[in-house]
């Protein structure tokens, strides 16, 4: 709460610099960093472990990335956050809790790009890849890969700050062992909403 309330009064300290400059669009060569906060969804159905149900918490935190154009319209991003701290529940009894690591490497197509627009959206797709740290004792989650695909968006300021809003799903499965025994697969597969800015060079 602390994070959002912090991150809130300086996006609102932040647009009083907007005034009156021209935002001119994203064009080759650009290099853009992000910061903001997100609030992770994993998927409601998350899979067995040893026969009981498996419950993973919901759980926000704060994220990050770098980006490069490489035309007007397309680029790459790799983007990151602090480790999601997700509680885990099994057949509804409370096990503990793991960090979650999400990395993200991601094509964008920005169809608005070399335009004037102040509003420019954006598609990505690309890998996740997922670690994870602080099990529960005497339980091991390997990390996982998988695809991601974002949407977002960035309404610009002034010439190098936006305003910028995604959503993201990536597909992450883990297997969980304890010992040599195999457990099972938790299904993560979370679906990410985050709100920040992003600062274009």
């Known amino acids: ?23 001119l669009a994203y064009q080759a060569g650009d290099i853009f960093v992000r910061g903001g906060v997100a609030q992770v969804e994993p998927t409601s159905d998350n899979g067995q472990l040893d026969g009981a149900e498996l419950d993973v918490s919901d759980e926000n935190g704060l994220t990050y990335g770098l980006g490069y154009l490489f035309t007007d319209q397309v680029g790459v991003e790799l983007n990151s956050s602090e480790p999601f701290e997700h509680d ?6 409370g096990i503990g809790s ?13 169809p608005l790009g070399g335009t004037a627009s102040k509003v420019q959206p954006y598609v990505g797709v690309g890998v996740n890849h997922t670690e ?12 996982s890969w998988g695809a991601t695909g974002q949407v977002g968006v960035d309404l610009a300021l002034t010439d190098y700050l936006l305003l910028n809003g995604s959503v993201s799903y990536a597909d992450v499965e883990a297997d969980v062992s304890s010992g040599s025994a195999n457990l099972g697969t938790a299904d993560v597969d979370p679906v990410t909403i985050g709100g920040g800015i992003t600062l274009r060079f």
């Open 98 to 110: 793991v960090d979650r690591t999400p990395i993200n490497l991601l094509a964008n197509y920005y």
């Open 88 to 93: 885990l529940n099994l057949g509804g009894a």
């Open 1 to 23: 709460m602390r994070k959002v309330t912090f991150f809130s009064a300086a996006v609102i300290a932040t647009t009083g610099l907007a005034a009156t400059q021209t935002a």
């Open 132 to 143: 994870y740290s602080n099990a529960p004792s005497g339980l091991s989650i390997d990390d």
